[in-house]
């Protein structure tokens, strides 16, 4: 947590991110020790769409308005042509605030630097996006992903793995070092998906020190 950091004369303890942070930590905290691992799941793929904000920050949005996906101040959306809803209730972040201080010591002006709570809005929050969306780089992938799937296959078998399809039980598939299979019959995009992640647990779980790791540990990664 940033240093020097105080609370404004007259917030509400309830909307104090520090408050907030350090509950959604304990809280993450208790059901990672339980091997529940769904909440920081979420979390890191909720990171994933942001740039600009600090992990303090991140979390500090994630745990009031998880399905958050571009944030930001009342000003910039108005900046940008957008309109925050009226009576929308703003995700509390904290703002660096660079300020300079005499140093009676050395004589000299030295830079400091204190953080402030201040409110961000979410893209959901706002008026009028249906007729006016943001621009997307990204596009959605089309239910068809035979061809990616085949270039990730050829990869697997590059690298020394057997890929095969059959039976896996209720798993979509499963990792058993240098070999992955496949649950047989699924869709190209499934068959995709399942393929990265059992990938991943060929790639780190099965030297010495990934199997070291424990199951959700070892699920968390992939």
């Not at 830079?111 to 959901?124: G, H, I």
């Not at 035979?146 to 078998?157: G, I």
């Not at 047989?184 to 020190?209: C, F, P, R, V």
Request: glycine share 8%.
């Amino acid at each position: 947590m940033p240093g020097g950091l105080e609370r404004q004369h007259g917030q509400p303890a309830e909307l104090d991110p520090r408050n907030i942070l350090d509950h959604g930590i304990e809280q993450l905290l208790i059901e990672l020790k339980q091997g529940t691992t769904q909440r920081l799941e979420n979390y890191l793929a909720f990171t994933a769409r942001f740039h600009h904000y600090s992990v303090s920050n991140q979390m500090l949005i994630y745990m009031q308005c998880p399905q958050a996906t571009f944030v930001a101040g009342y000003r910039k959306w108005q900046e940008m042509g957008y309109q925050v809803q009226r009576g929308q209730k703003g995700i509390r972040i904290l703002a660096p605030r660079p300020y300079k201080r005499f140093n009676d010591k050395t004589g000299e002006e030295e830079q400091r630097l204190s953080f402030a709570a201040v409110s961000v809005f979410d893209v959901s929050q706002l008026l009028g996006v249906d007729e006016h969306p943001l621009p997307t780089f990204f596009g959605s992938l089309p239910d068809d992903q035979q061809e990616l799937y085949e270039k990730l296959a050829q990869a697997v078998s590059e690298d020394g793995i057997t890929l095969t399809e059959g039976e896996t039980g209720k798993a979509q598939g499963y990792s058993q070092g240098k070999k992955i299979v496949l649950r047989k019959g699924m869709d190209s995009q499934n068959k995709l998906l399942t393929l990265i992640h059992e990938y991943a647990h060929e790639l780190l779980h099965w030297d010495a020190e990934g199997k070291e790791q424990s199951r959700p540990v070892q699920e968390c990664h992939a």
